[in-house]
């Protein structure tokens, strides 16, 4: 029978400590795993280059997200001084852009911000509440002390079987497979 | 960790490690969940039912304020500023040092700072609730306070954006905002935690939505290390100028004692320097109660002590180089100001002031003493409450007599200025053990990180060297 049939969404390896998940990474990299991920309870450095990963974009993200505030504000301050409402204080130009900047800084790091939790969040896909791996009850311990390695049934090099030998002889351990009971 | 590895006498103190007592993930997830899902202890009712009851004082000033109006402080002319901006200087800049500890020791990676950065993270949200408080009851008419906003209106009206005290409304804003995403997002992995953990069917629910559905993937850790990073980032020059903005409230008018340019960086530093005293306050009564001494050693309270040290001392510097700049201006109001601060009606404040932040901090330069639980304990209140008094000899030594002698008073409080500041505590602890309740005080998701074995390169000892492709 086919996987899908069987409604096989993944398979999940439990690794015994970062530096075992690390060298698992580059392993499942190598084999050409597409749709893998490797589960810690905090993240492990250097972990990006052992899965194959590029830079998150998230930075562009926010550079935006400032440009559109600080520009934002600025255009606010000087619409309303000039236009809307001007008003002569203390002998100044209506637009004193000197005056403006304390406000336009903060602005700008107020859009920011929202823009890193955000941006961050939807990059993620989150929120998602849930997921194949959660059909694992061992998997709560990724947030404690447990290092999990997950393959997606999505990946083109996915085979519930293969999968799980080849996680098993890369001394993954508890194998599980994912799969709606 | 081997038993030997305990043996730390006689490392040098970079070389310490920052958890003692033989810590594991498990043992760290188990001591930081521990505290919450323990059976609440009595002393933690008792103590929420006295901050409710300031909560309440509280609430009665403030509903007093609004039906009657500032009349009800002790303001008068000259002093139109009292203890709503004393007490609203005095809380921003005890925030500051929450935001220091996660933001700019992050960017310098300080890795002791995992074990208390959570904790300050909370104390500088709730002392800034506490802050915004003053700005906005200080008004008088709270109703009206959403004129500080650029939002149209029937009237045609707009703020006025060269004024630092509107300055003040985006920047004390923006920083709670940014300080509350930031705290947030270092929050998901530990609510994640507390959702695997969950017992019961509220709580399940709740922290499952709260976490967002995290599942610890290094694709998910990618996205949220840089996050994280930049809120650091944009955190750093934000702390810097929320506290420089708040000094030119003083330092853009021409009153002598405020007309100074050496305000921005004077008030950033005293407000780190007041604020490491408030969290080393919180953090001794914490770990006590909390049996925390292995996740929060006194490794880091002296560290932290340092730093009351460093800016206590930059304190002490504005203080002379302010008197310094007084003589040698020529300026004859602002030589008599300097003067008068010291020697003049309100002399006992300043007096108070410089004996409690410029001298109680020195103490620190002895090993002994820095590293002394209770001398810290005793001496950070000190700097607390010197702290507070550097606000009032600020605000109100300069007010209370300028250019003109006919224009001079005496300014004192009322029993409603003490009640609203009073009040302001039980704002401030009931928020704080409502935290330490029901959230993670410590960031356990980062203080895994400091642990030798999260380094994947990390070789046990007694096993052959790892290999290396």
Redesign the interface.
């Known amino acids: 029978m086919s996987d899908a049939t069987q409604n096989i969404e993944g398979v999940l390896a439990e690794f015994k400590s970062p530096s075992d998940l690390y060298h698992a990474a580059e392993k499942v990299r190598d084999a050409g795993y597409k749709n893998f991920d490797c589960h810690s309870p905090f993240p492990i450095h250097g972990m990006d280059g052992a899965m194959g990963l590029k830079r998150s974009p998230l930075g562009w993200i926010v550079g935006l997200a400032a440009l559109v505030g600080t520009s934002s504000a600025l255009g606010l301050q000087w619409w309303a001084s000039t236009i809307e409402y001007p008003i002569i204080i203390s002998g100044k130009p209506f637009f004193s852009f000197q005056a403006y900047l304390p406000i336009t800084f903060a602005l700008g790091v107020l859009l920011s911000a929202f823009a890193a939790l955000i941006g961050m969040l939807v990059l993620n896909g989150l929120p998602r509440f849930f997921h194949p791996v959660f059909y694992s009850d061992m998997f709560a311990k990724v947030t404690d002390d447990g290092f999990f390695v997950s393959v997606e049934a999505a990946d083109p090099k996915f085979d519930s079987n293969q999968t799980r030998a080849f996680l098993e002889s890369i001394g993954g351990t508890n194998v599980e497979v994912l799969q709606k009971s | 960790m081997s038993s030997t590895a305990q043996d730390v006498s006689g490392l040098p103190d970079s070389e310490k490690p920052l958890l003692t007592g033989n810590q594991?993930?498990?043992s760290i997830?188990a001591t930081i969940s521990g505290i919450v899902e323990r059976k609440t202890p009595p002393i933690w009712y008792l103590a929420l039912g006295a901050a409710l009851s300031l909560l309440m004082v509280l609430f009665g000033s403030i509903g007093w304020l609004v039906y009657e109006g500032t009349g009800i402080w002790g303001l008068n002319n000259p002093v139109g500023w009292g203890w709503a901006i004393i007490n609203f200087v005095w809380w921003v800049g005890i925030g500051h040092a929450g935001t220091l500890i996660s933001a700019i020791l992050f960017l310098l990676r300080q890795r002791w700072r995992t074990s208390i950065n959570r904790f300050a993270e909370a104390m500088t949200l709730f002392a800034v609730s506490c802050a915004l408080i003053f700005p906005a009851i200080h008004v008088g008419r709270v109703w009206v306070v959403y004129w500080t906003f650029?939002v149209p209106n029937q009237m045609?009206?707009?703020?006025?954006?060269?004024s630092?005290l509107?300055?003040d409304v985006?920047?004390v804003s923006?920083y709670f905002?940014?300080s509350l995403?930031?705290w947030?997002?270092g929050l998901i992995?530990d609510l994640?935690?507390f959702?695997?953990?969950a017992k019961t069917k509220i709580k399940k629910f709740v922290f499952?939505?709260l976490s967002?559905?995290?599942?610890?993937?290094?694709?998910?850790?990618?996205?949220?290390?840089?996050?994280y990073l930049?809120?650091a980032g944009?955190?750093t020059?934000?702390v810097l100028?929320v506290h420089s903005?708040v000094s030119?409230d003083f330092a853009v008018s021409i009153l002598p004692g405020w007309h100074t340019t050496i305000f921005p960086p004077y008030f950033v530093a005293g407000a780190i320097f007041s604020g490491f005293a408030m969290v080393v306050t919180l953090t001794i009564i914490a770990r006590k109660i909390f049996g925390l001494e292995n996740m929060i050693t006194v490794n880091h309270l002296e560290k932290m002590n340092k730093i009351i040290l460093l800016t206590g001392s930059m304190v002490g510097y504005a203080y002379g180089m302010e008197f310094f700049i007084a003589w040698y201006s020529g300026n004859i109001y602002e030589q008599f100001t300097f003067i008068n601060r010291a020697f003049g009606q309100y002399g006992w404040a300043y007096w108070i002031m410089v004996s409690y932040n410029v001298l109680v901090p020195q103490l620190f330069w002895f090993k002994k003493l820095r590293t002394s639980v209770p001398v810290m304990f005793v001496a950070s209140l000190f700097i607390n409450v010197g702290m507070w008094f550097e606000r009032f000899v600020i605000v109100v030594s300069s007010l209370a007599q300028d250019f003109l002698p006919a224009n001079w008073d005496y300014y004192s409080p009322t029993i409603w200025d003490v009640a609203t500041f009073v009040g302001s505590f039980g704002l401030f602890f009931t928020l704080f053990l409502l935290f330490i309740r029901f959230l993670p005080m410590i960031s356990?998701?980062?203080v895994?990180?400091v642990l030798p074995?999260?380094?994947?390169?990390?070789?046990a000892p007694g096993t052959k060297g790892?290999h290396h492709?």
């Open positions: 594991t993930f498990a997830t650029p045609g009206m707009w703020p006025n954006f060269r630092p509107l300055w985006f920047a923006t905002t940014a995403l930031f947030y997002t992995p994640a935690t959702r695997d953990r499952g939505i967002v559905g995290w599942r610890g993937g290094n694709r998910q850790w990618k996205h949220y290390e840089l996050a930049i809120l944009i955190s020059p934000l100028s903005v030119t356990m998701a980062e895994k990180t074995e999260a380094d994947p390169h990390y070789v790892g492709e």
